[in-house]
């Protein structure tokens, strides 16, 4: 009796499909688009959207009929508004003033900030988590409050720190001349130490202790160490703090405007481009001339900005 051999049974398989990397790739790109999403309506709706409508309103101007007596009406002007904002004597003002008492704030809060987070560099570790939490209540406050409070202490009325000046026998005048740019540097220092020395600190502690053990082996002091190692190893964080406050600066208008409620002969409308703008907007109701004045404030300070990072970073590398 034959026996039937059977042939070997073949296993078939489905092709494998494989996708091309560039498929790999867009589907990839449509995800992070997709995460992206909400940043990016949010960043149309509350920065692009802005500004454009107030470049719109620049290019308008009010203008009144029969002599001035009639009713106004609003007509298109070109930059009719940009070329009376560069002629403003008192915008321009304003805005030198505020650069060059934002230059001597910025250089002392900066300085201060870089000492303490220097000091805490070498202490110990708990010790640096409270004096930090301690030094950040300042910039956790909110600005406005922050103010306020100093709006009492700087009070002619009912300062503790007069009543202490008046009991030693001394004078102490808040605002006045040099006095009123004190008064608000202080504020602002006060406000901004605690948050730059975070940062500073935080680049501190990214060193490594290595060249440290290294230079004390040679011999080298803390403060040597301090001159020559720390600080010329953190010149970014150097640079993009003091680039961030000069931003604050050019945009300072809470501070000054509320502290003109006790010293009003001192702290005038124009006291910086903020207030101008803010005076022109809802004060004299000239809100396209108020646009271009933003405006143009937008493109000073970038243009500022971009100049002090690339001027710093060349002197510092």
Do not use: C
Request: proline share 5%; net charge positive; no cysteine.
């Amino acid at each position: 009796m034959s026996t039937l051999t059977r042939p070997p049974e073949v296993a078939t398989h489905s092709p494998v499909r494989r996708t091309s990397p560039r498929r790999t790739g867009r589907r990839g790109a449509y995800k992070g688009l997709l995460f992206a999403l909400p940043f990016l309506a949010g960043f149309l709706a509350t920065y692009v959207a802005p500004i454009g409508y107030a470049f719109s309103q620049s290019l308008y101007e009010k203008k009144g009929t029969g002599l001035g007596f009639g009713p106004t009406r609003v007509v298109y002007t070109g930059f009719d508004n940009f070329a009376s904002v560069l002629g403003d004597e008192d915008f321009w003002r304003s805005m030198l003033r505020t650069l060059v008492f934002g230059s001597a704030q910025i250089t002392v809060m900066l300085g201060i900030s870089l000492l303490l987070a220097l000091l805490l560099d070498g202490v110990a570790a708990r010790a640096v988590r409270f004096f930090r939490a301690a030094l950040l209540i300042p910039y956790v406050v909110p600005a406005v409050v922050s103010t306020l409070m100093w709006l009492f202490l700087y009070s002619p009325t009912g300062s503790p720190l007069l009543d202490m000046a008046d009991r030693a026998g001394t004078s102490v005048e808040f605002f006045g001349g040099l006095n009123t740019y004190l008064s608000l540097g202080n504020l602002l220092t006060w406000q901004g130490i605690g948050f730059n020395m975070i940062l500073i600190s935080a680049s501190l502690q990214a060193l490594p202790r290595e060249l440290y053990e290294a230079a004390r082996l040679d011999g080298a002091r803390e403060w040597r160490i301090a001159w020559s190692i720390k600080i010329p190893n953190i010149t970014g964080i150097l640079v993009l703090t003091g680039m961030f406050s000069l931003i604050g600066r050019l945009q300072l208008f809470a501070e000054p405007l509320l502290l003109r409620q006790i010293a009003p002969e001192s702290v005038n409308m124009d006291f910086t481009p903020m207030m101008e703008i803010f005076d022109q907007a809802f004060k004299t109701g000239n809100y396209q001339y108020a646009a271009a004045e933003s405006i143009v404030l937008a493109v000073v300070t970038g243009v500022l900005a971009f100049v002090f990072h690339r001027v710093t970073r060349r002197k510092m590398s």
